[in-house]
């Protein structure tokens, strides 16, 4: 039996990231207006789930990760009003955003949480993970940059997950790095651990243009949650384009219950239009997916090399040498400013 | 020359780190090392260095505190047990230093306001959070010349160093050091982020502080400043070091850190518990000067009717 075969009637759960995702590929800048009319044309698409946050989850609002021109509260208020069928979910990263933050998305309209954390940091989200279940919402455990971690690694971080109340764990690929092969091994040891009702999902990014391939890849052995943002829209190169993998669930009949045409539309009359630059694979995203670097610091990258005179593709080579990870985006003006010292562009302010 | 002699209660890897440093201490001295579990390696280590241990907590030590001339405890236990700890402690004229987030006591940055709290002897200092004592020295130091309005700090820390009762309280952190980034930084609003970064070989701890400054910020005087501010933190903990910075970016000031710990019984990465041990043992030896000089006396506090 072939794997097309094999996976008609599997139903999967539709993510959407564009209003969270999307909001690094604008720089934090969306408005109340254009989150609403997103946020509507994806549930009159049919999509069940939407994230809708500050780039970087609760408490993102900071110098470290830029400021949105309105709060993750006010965000969340406005769209989930507005929702007929939609959910709307949020992300949370331990150490930026704390159970307070978590609590007041709640009471604005939130009912489904991302716990994220590092692929080998899981046991900083025991509290939060419990908090969100407490309050009743859907609570995923979110493991970030899963290509540094090993398969059997990642089997752990998902059973500590699974142990503080998660009721999916997800393989985030934040760099955009895996192969389909990588995620398989990676899906196939989680699911050889999980309970049988622990969901799995998977978060590619489309830095080496795996998105669909890897979501795919992650759907044949037994994922059964998918972010995805239409067009794309997400860091670096962009999440795995929602209209394409819906076209590609179709034609290899994966029930996602998403009207196709509709995501079609939106992404051609309503994304694109929005985007401040192409969000497709170009030199640095690519880069960012070989050098296995975390997909946000690609814009903080290039006002980096703007600012110091460092080329933006040596500074993320330099991050991935030095292995650093998701919310280090300080250490890319840091990294660019040594690189300039280094390169005779800059002087040392205690010489 | 008179030692201030010292209990230190907790006997995990702050405690141990600390009998290194106090040990050299001209003015202190290590006599008791407080554990809960006799077969601890920590209890073990203490009695090989000398000191004297009790496996039975706090109140295993208090029969001992006159008889030993106990005058100041370090507290590197939990937030949870910490009050009752030093309650029964004051009673008997001991000076806290407490290393863990329940901040009863006013919270401690030594080169900001360490001497303000011995002049009025606060029986209870509180040493904040690691993040804390790296990066508050250097908003204070932008915030003594210019009004600060937001003050941001991001601590980079290697997974190693980061032990299983700050991985699971990481909200605390949190909230303990973004407070004490507006009381003892001077910034009207704080906040500060951490992030656990598992690189092998470990990563020195990083730490960035960013300032947004009222006015145009008078970069030659916050430069002064904060050059100034980081030779005062040295003077205890030497591998404080200036990377980048400061920056500047509007009304933004942005300075880079890195923090290399002594290597005493931490290793050098962990540079984050370094300087809590180093700042705990410089606020302790502060008293200690001013018990020996006579100037300052701890009092018992009476207990509450």
């Known amino acids: 039996m072939s794997a097309e075969q094999s996976l008609t009637g599997r139903k999967i759960i539709i993510h959407d990231m564009c209003l969270r995702d999307g909001m690094h590929a604008k720089r934090e800048q969306m408005s109340l207006e254009q989150m609403v009319s997103i946020a509507t044309a994806l549930d009159e698409a049919g999509v069940p789930l939407i994230q809708v946050t500050h780039g970087a989850g609760m408490g993102g609002n900071s110098l470290q990760h830029g400021f949105a021109p309105h709060s993750n509260e006010e965000y969340i208020s406005t769209v989930a009003a507005k929702m007929k069928q939609a959910k709307v979910s949020v992300l949370l990263i331990p150490g930026l955003g704390t159970m307070k933050e978590l609590k007041s998305a709640y009471d604005c309209g939130a009912r489904s949480v991302h716990v994220a954390t590092h692929c080998t940091e899981a046991d900083t989200s025991p509290q939060h993970i419990a908090f969100a279940r407490k309050l009743g919402m859907d609570t995923s455990g979110f493991l970030m940059m899963a290509h540094l971690n090993t398969p059997e690694g990642l089997a752990q971080q998902g059973k500590l997950m699974e142990s503080y109340g998660a009721q999916t764990v997800y393989i985030t690929d934040s760099a955009g790095y895996m192969l389909p092969a990588d995620v398989k091994a990676r899906v196939g040891a989680l699911r050889a651990v999980l309970k049988p009702e622990t969901e799995i999902g998977f978060h590619g990014h489309h830095n080496m243009g795996m998105g669909i391939a890897n979501s795919i890849a992650a759907i044949e052995e037994g994922a059964t949650r998918i972010d995805a943002s239409v067009a794309g829209l997400g860091a670096g190169a962009g999440n795995t384009p929602l209209e394409v993998f819906a076209a590609v669930c179709e034609r290899m009949g994966i029930v996602t219950g998403c009207d196709l045409f509709k995501l079609m539309d939106m992404a051609e009359d309503l994304i694109v239009p929005l985007m401040d630059h192409m969000v497709r694979v170009d030199r640095s995203s690519l880069t960012l997916g070989f050098a296995g670097v975390y997909s946000t610091f690609l814009l903080h990258a290039k006002r980096a090399a703007e600012r110091f005179g460092v080329p933006s593709r040596d500074i993320l080579v330099e991050l991935g040498r030095k292995k650093m990870i998701g919310g280090q985006e300080d250490m890319i003006v840091d990294t660019a400013m040594t690189m300039a010292k280094e390169r005779g562009l800059l002087k040392d302010a205690a010489a | ?305």
């Open chain 2, 1 to 305: 020359m008179k030692k201030i002699r010292c209990a230190l209660i907790g006997s995990g890897n702050i405690g141990t780190d600390l009998i290194y440093k106090i040990q050299r201490s001209p003015v202190l001295e290590p006599v008791w090392m407080v554990g809960i579990d006799p077969e601890s390696e920590g209890l073990a280590r203490a009695r090989e260095m000398g000191l004297k241990t009790t496996a039975a907590g706090v109140d295993g030590l208090l029969p001992h505190v006159l008889e030993d001339n106990i005058q100041i405890a370090f507290d590197a236990t939990s937030a949870y047990v910490h009050a009752e700890n030093s309650r029964k402690l004051n009673e008997l004229g001991v000076m806290m230093i407490d290393l863990t987030p329940a901040a009863i006591g006013p919270l401690c940055v030594p080169p900001v306001n360490l001497k303000s709290h011995a002049e009025k002897v606060e029986m209870n200092v509180n040493m904040i959070s690691c993040a804390g004592q790296a990066t508050i020295p250097i908003v204070f130091a932008v915030s003594r010349i210019q009004a600060v309005g937001y003050g941001e700090i991001v601590a980079s820390l290697a997974s190693k160093s980061i032990g299983p009762g700050t991985r699971a309280n990481l909200d605390e952190f949190t909230y303990t050091t973004s407070n004490a980034i507006e009381i003892v930084g001077g910034a009207r609003k704080g906040k500060a982020l951490a992030i656990i970064n598992p690189a092998e070989p470990p990563m020195m701890m990083r730490n960035t502080i960013s300032c947004l400054t009222d006015e145009e910020p008078d970069q030659a005087r916050i430069t002064a400043s904060v050059l100034e501010m980081i030779k005062e933190v040295q003077k205890y903990v030497p591998g404080y070091r200036l990377v980048n910075g400061p920056l500047f970016d509007g009304k933004r000031v942005t300075v880079f850190m890195e923090v290399a710990g002594l290597g005493d019984y931490l290793p050098k990465y962990a540079g984050n518990l370094d300087i809590m041990t180093a700042a705990a043992t410089r606020t302790a030896e502060m008293f200690a000067q001013e018990i020996i000089a006579g100037t300052i006396q701890l009092k018992s506090t009476e207990v509450a009717a």
